[in-house]
């Protein structure tokens, strides 16, 4: 009966694909087998107790059994009871425990045969946790190659952001996610894309600032950029008052790198109440693999960034080029049709530059441009547009004027602030310009005229 039991339950390894009716089998073959009264198979999934048992009138004795097994060594001393570990090469699952009747005295043969149904349970949660394994893999796959599309098409730093925080929760076990960009200039991380915190604590932890200066573990992080777990067992006490102020029981943090070089972090993060991360190797894998496609993609974002400012700006002076001053001009002038407002535009030439560069140099005169742009800029409203159009020209757009003499009176200004002498590797410069104003919509309605 105990070696067609067996058969049986070897059978039941390939016959079913249901792991839980493959368990609650074993625990009942292992109660025929060996004669027992009562038997459990008591496993841990995250911070859950799973129980499959045979022959307990009240579910309540099966959990007082598995909790006094997994309790410690006091089930030692019980005779009645044969426990064995429910273990494979792969992970210790939990344990097998058949209970039999007062008086028994188990033999050798009743603890091998609980240890190899103990060896059948494994076997059937080793081949469950791999087939979940190998749906999460091809659904992790979907889900990477579906973020690699839609960062193609993401612009800028945020929106790269934005987009891998969303997918970090679908990729691992975290109910929230971050994405933190490294700003060496300022030397902090700030929060650029955050995923799963309720609308109370979102705003509060996009406007997070890591400082080098608060913790040690940015330094580290920048030094030696490798994965880490946090905790609320931490070392660094700035961390876990983070951790606790934004409700998260535990992280990990995985760094964004290209060129050798941190660029931020992906951190995947378990809230109070969450079930537990895994700390296994698959888990980073997959947050190193978002990371990678981060990478990729904020490198490509600050390219586009930078092919941008270089077709839009003065590379010189950081103004806005003659390409840019024509659309903004081109953008008041809709607005104002639409308004029946005016619009002031201003081009301003400095006179006889080409003596500064030809006496002084070109340095100087570059460093004159520099200093005219910068008190044109400094004389006019934030809505208004200061542009260098050319070598010693300039463009001023005024979106919105009530009348012609507005414009005289800001011309006026920005001649009064030329006429004051510029310092130049030790040189005083004085300079003029001159200049000409045109009103829509009486001078014109397009951007040319």
């Not at 344990?95 to 033999?107: F, I, N, R, S």
Request: proline residues 4%.
């Amino acid at each position: 009966r105990q070696a067609d039991a067996l058969r049986a339950s070897a059978a039941d390894l390939v016959s079913s694909n249901d792991v839980h009716e493959v368990l609650d089998r074993i625990a009942s073959r292992t109660r025929e087998s060996v004669g027992a009264v009562r038997v459990v198979v008591t496993l841990r999934s995250g911070g859950d107790r799973i129980l499959h048992h045979a022959g307990f009138e009240e579910p309540n004795e099966a959990i007082e059994l598995a909790e006094r097994v997994a309790g410690g060594t006091s089930w030692a001393s019980d005779p009645t009871l044969v426990v064995a570990d429910v273990t494979s090469s792969r992970r210790h699952h939990g344990y097998l425990v058949a209970q039999l009747d007062e008086g028994m005295d188990p033999g050798a043969d009743e603890r091998r045969l609980v240890a190899t149904y103990a060896g059948y349970a494994a076997a059937a949660l080793d081949g469950a946790a791999a087939s979940e394994e190998i749906d999460q893999q091809r659904e992790t796959a979907a889900i990477l190659l579906g973020l690699a599309r839609s960062l193609v098409n993401s612009a800028s730093e945020e929106e790269v952001a934005a987009r891998i925080a969303e997918a970090v929760p679908s990729v691992v076990e975290a109910d929230r996610a971050l994405v933190m960009l490294w700003n060496p200039d300022e030397e902090v991380f700030r929060v650029a894309g955050a995923a799963g915190y309720p609308p109370p604590l979102d705003e509060g932890i996009r406007a997070l600032v890591v400082r080098r200066s608060d913790t040690p573990e940015a330094t580290l992080m920048l030094m030696h950029p490798e994965p880490r777990f946090y905790d609320l067992v931490s070392s660094d006490p700035w961390v876990r008052d983070v951790m606790r102020s934004f409700g998260t029981r535990e992280c990990a943090v995985v760094p964004i790198v290209a060129r050798e070089s941190v660029l931020g972090v992906v951190i995947a993060l378990a809230s109070e109440g969450a079930p537990e991360m895994r700390r296994e190797p698959h888990v980073i894998d997959r947050l190193a693999g978002l990371a990678d496609q981060a990478a990729t993609s904020l490198e490509n974002a600050r390219l586009l960034d930078e092919m941008r400012r270089r077709a839009f700006v003065d590379e010189l002076t950081g103004l806005p080029n003659n390409m840019l001053f024509r659309d903004r001009v081109g953008q008041a002038l809709a607005r104002s049709e639409r308004r029946h407002g005016r619009v002031g535009v201003l081009i301003l030439d400095l006179d006889h530059f080409k003596k500064v560069n030809d006496s002084l140099g070109p340095e100087v005169g570059n460093e004159l441009l520099l200093q005219v742009a910068s008190r044109l800029q400094g004389t006019v409203r934030a809505e208004d547009t200061v542009a260098r159009l050319g070598a010693d020209e300039f463009g001023i757009l005024l979106p919105e004027i009530r009348q012609t003499a507005d414009a005289i009176v800001v011309a006026e200004k920005l001649l009064g602030v030329l006429r004051q002498p510029f310092t130049l590797a030790e040189h005083t410069v004085f300079v003029t310009a001159s200049m000409g104003i045109a009103i829509h919509p009486e001078h014109g309605t397009a951007v040319e005229t």
